[in-house]
Structure formats: C-alpha cells, structure tokens
Nanobody
Framework: QVQLVESGGGLVQPGGSLRLSCAASGSTFSIAAMAWHRQVPGKQRELVASITRGSITNYADSVKGRFTISIDNAKNTVYLQMNSLNPDDTAVYYC?????????WGQGTQVTVSS
C-alpha cells in the first residue's frame, strides 16, 4: 500500500505561482511513476503532468512552458511548480502514484486562481 499526502494549494492571483508537494509513504519502493491530475466540478479529471523514477516527464498541452514536475526519489516526494497561473487552472489537484499492480490517489488540494 502507498499513502499520498498533498500540500501547497491555496488562493493566488492571476500571473502568480504556487508549488504543490506530494509525499508518498508505505510501499514506496514499488512506485514506478507519479503524476498530478486536476478536476473541476462537472468535468472529468485530467492529467496535468507525470514523471517516472528516471525523471522522464510528460505534460498536458495547456500547461507546457508554465508548469514543471519534479521528483525527489530520496524523499519519495513529487513537486509541481506552477507559474503564470490563470483562472482556467482553478481546480482540485490530485497526486497519483503508480506501481505494477495499481494506482494510488491523494485526497486532493484546492488551487484557486482569482483576483
């Protein structure tokens, strides 16, 4: 089992920045990749960015050039640096970890971009 705890969400003005963190605990040795997804009410959860243990990354087109995902393997923590935020980035952001058998999700952290 893997447990995920997200932090770093909050309210930010358009053009601002936030950094999300997701700390994994439990059977972390089995984790092959981690990712951030986001969801707004009435819409499907969507992939924002993903990263493997070897730091191979993938981004949604909507965040390329603005968001950066990184991983600290020693701390079993994944980060999402979000710059140039706009109101369309408002959502609940969820951390996900994947091993060979299943996916694990965090509880989510709210990010609100508003003036």
């Amino acid at each position: 089992q893997v447990q995920l705890v997200e932090s770093g969400g909050g309210l930010v003005q358009p053009g601002g920045s936030l950094r999300l963190s997701c700390a994994a605990s439990g059977s972390t040795f089995s984790i092959a990749a981690m990712a951030w997804h986001r969801q707004v009410p009435g819409k499907q959860r969507e992939l924002v960015a993903s990263i493997t243990r070897g730091s191979i990354t993938n981004y949604a087109d909507s965040v390329k050039g603005r968001f950066t995902i990184s991983i600290d393997n020693a701390k079993n923590t994944v980060y999402l640096q979000m710059n140039s935020l706009n109101p369309d980035d408002t959502a609940v952001y969820y951390c996900k970890a994947r091993d060979i058998l299943r996916e694990y999700w965090g509880q989510g952290t709210q990010v609100t971009v508003s003036s």
